[in-house]
């Protein structure tokens, strides 16, 4: 088993429906959020709080599993440690793949440390602050709650765009424009 791809993108852009439909291919399943490649190595990983502790019921992997594969500097390694150990992956599965939205903000060094292809969705940040108050903005008048949640969601987007946008928009520069497949 080998991990064929990772999913990343804003937060509540469709992530996880992509990630329930590639789990209907036979041949191919995962397990909730992973975030390994937001270490350096997989050694790094127990630091990576929530994903970490996260992954113990969302692979279903016990603590014990989980703290043998970090023991490694090799992306690879993990994820073929995670595919024999995780109790959550269907009998038939013959590839994993990463379903990880963060993962998006850093999206060309998390590439650099596994060199598979990486789907990204993207949402409209319009619609995205809609989806975020019918969420978290519950009896709250929108104007005092977008107060307390414009600088955080700011700061994430242009993380975003300084890491993952606006390198891809100069790396194709020459064309006349970049189209992004949401």
Known sequence: MVLKFAICGLEHSGTTLLSDIFRQV???DAGFE???LLGKSPKEFPNVQPFYKNMLSGWEITEEH???????NSFPEFYAGLEKKSKVLKPT??????KTPRYFARIFECYNK????FIATYKDPRSLVFS???RTGKGKEFVVWYEEYKKPKLRYLGNIYKN??????????NNKSLNILC
């Open 164 to 173: 993952s946008y606006y390198p891809l928009k100069n790396q194709f520069k």
């Open 34 to 36: 992973v975030g390994v």
């Open 93 to 98: 599965a013959k590839n994993i793949f990463d």
């Open 66 to 72: 989980l703290a043998a594969i970090c023991n490694t």
């Open 26 to 28: 036979p041949e191919l």
């Open 114 to 117: 596994i060199e598979v292809p």
């Open 132 to 134: 975020d108050f019918k």
